[in-house]
């Protein structure tokens, strides 16, 4: 039985490349980047080239990549960096109830702290609405955190108008964006934002690996306490190995981004062709096209997400309920609830599809097939 990997938003494979390229680190670069010697400014040039390849991606200059155990620290950095940085000009944040909970519990533990926040509804389609976030703006906020594009169902939020509004307004900017690197084109001069959040396990680079972006001149206290690396923004010897992993990744990526999307957006029509011509009856979570290419999240009404996952998994297709950091609670998505409702069969019946690295059409014809055959089977 052909196994298919269909759950690339929670992780994706490491691209042979990558792991040659660590591999090539690990057995012949061992210094530490702090250290004076040669073995040490070996590893810092290395560092450095990496870093370079990062800032270049964003079109972000050097100095303004911090390297990270991966999203979720970046995350947490550059929101509890900044609001603490800034508590003094005001406690209100602002982000939205779609948010990866690396974001949502990061903002529930400010709350603790006294800091207010605003959780920005969505509509059904998962976007905020600019209104809500302007008329939720007070002289009082200093952080508003907005994903980029949801890991759930892969909505993309209108970053460029969150930044217009902010344009006069002293609230530093952040965005979740480690499901849309790698995929969609980012410019951070471009989108107006002050701080950035990446991972690189998420575009086919190793696990426990990623950067925060923080534009020059904004005010971040530092979470990780000891050395003065990073430019004394995060202690800890740096992680060599996969930072060039991350930064092989990265160029791999920025090489087949073409590429990767209209093969992506492709494989999501020819999936819902295939289950409307098998008579199966289906909901879309989201958009088809105004959203990430890979992420696909549909509602098959009269059937259950569990025995789905698990009929799904017996067939070789790995597919997911959601977000994978929640994917063993019995908890409906948070993403889903503030969509549709927390009465909406929607919460007990959708699965993400998600698409990339080594995925062929063909496989997607099958797993389309096999889907299909499962939904009969179990509503009928």
């Known amino acids: 039985m052909e196994r298919i990997y269909l759950d690339h938003a929670a992780t994706s494979p490491v691209h042979p490349?990558?792991?040659?390229?660590?591999?090539?680190?690990?057995?012949?670069?061992?210094?530490?980047?702090?250290?004076?010697?040669?073995?040490?400014?070996?590893?810092?040039?290395?560092?450095?080239?990496?870093?370079?390849?990062?800032?270049?991606?964003?079109?972000?200059?050097?100095?303004?990549?911090?390297?990270?155990?991966?999203?979720?620290?970046?995350?947490?950095?550059?929101?509890?960096?900044?609001?603490?940085?800034?508590?003094?000009?005001?406690?209100?944040?602002?982000?939205?109830?779609?948010?990866?909970?690396?974001?949502?519990?990061?903002?529930?533990?400010?709350?603790?702290?006294?800091?207010?926040?605003?959780?920005?509804?969505?509509?059904?389609?998962?976007?905020?609405?600019?209104?809500?976030?302007?008329?939720?703006?007070?002289?009082?906020?200093?952080?508003?955190?907005?994903?980029?594009?949801?890991?759930?169902?892969?909505?993309?939020?209108?970053?460029?108008?969150?930044?217009?509004?902010?344009?006069?307004?002293?609230?530093?900017?952040?965005?979740?964006?480690?499901?849309?690197?790698?995929?969609?084109?980012?410019?951070?001069?471009?989108?107006?934002?002050?701080?950035?959040?990446?991972?690189?396990?998420?575009?086919?680079?190793?696990?426990?690996?990623?950067?925060?972006?923080?534009?020059?001149?904004?005010?971040?206290?530092?979470r990780a306490l000891g050395g003065e690396q990073e430019r004394k923004r995060r202690a800890g010897t740096e992680n060599v190995a996969s930072i060039v992993g991350f930064a092989e990744a990265v160029k791999i990526a920025e090489e087949t981004k073409v590429q990767k999307g209209e093969a992506c957006q492709q494989y999501k029509h020819v999936f819902l062709q295939i289950l409307s011509e098998k008579g199966i009856d289906y909901r879309l979570n989201g958009f088809l096209d105004e959203s990430l290419p890979h992420v696909l999240n549909l509602s098959f009404p009269g059937t259950d997400v569990e025995a789905m996952l698990v009929n799904l998994d017996l067939e070789g297709i790995a597919a997911s309920s959601g977000s994978a950091c929640t994917a063993g609670s019995i908890e409906p998505s948070h993403v889903l609830v503030a969509m549709f409702g927390n009465h909406s069969e929607r919460l007990r019946n959708s699965i993400r599809y998600s698409f990339g690295l080594n995925n062929t059409l063909d496989q997607i014809k099958l797993a389309a097939e096999k889907t299909a055959a499962i939904i009969h089977r179990l509503t009928n």
Do not use: W
């Open 17 to 222: 490349e990558v792991i040659d390229k660590m591999m090539g680190i690990l057995q012949e670069q061992y210094g530490n980047p702090s250290s004076i010697h040669s073995y040490g400014r070996e590893a810092r040039r290395i560092l450095d080239e990496a870093r370079m390849v990062m800032a270049k991606s964003i079109g972000a200059n050097f100095n303004e990549i911090i390297f990270t155990s991966g999203g979720t620290e970046a995350d947490n950095m550059a929101i509890i960096g900044a609001a603490h940085a800034m508590k003094e000009k005001g406690k209100h944040i602002i982000t939205s109830s779609i948010e990866h909970h690396a974001v949502l519990h990061t903002c529930q533990a400010l709350e603790n702290e006294g800091f207010k926040v605003t959780y920005l509804p969505v509509d059904e389609h998962g976007l905020i609405s600019l209104e809500d976030l302007k008329s939720s703006l007070t002289d009082e906020t200093i952080v508003v955190s907005i994903i980029y594009g949801n890991n759930e169902v892969g909505t993309i939020q209108p970053i460029k108008g969150i930044n217009e509004l902010l344009y006069d307004h002293q609230a530093v900017f952040h965005t979740d964006a480690v499901q849309a690197y790698g995929i969609e084109d980012i410019n951070v001069n471009e989108l107006g934002v002050d701080l950035l959040s990446v991972s690189s396990h998420k575009i086919n680079g190793p696990k426990g690996v990623g950067f925060l972006y923080a534009r020059e001149g904004v005010s971040l206290l530092p």
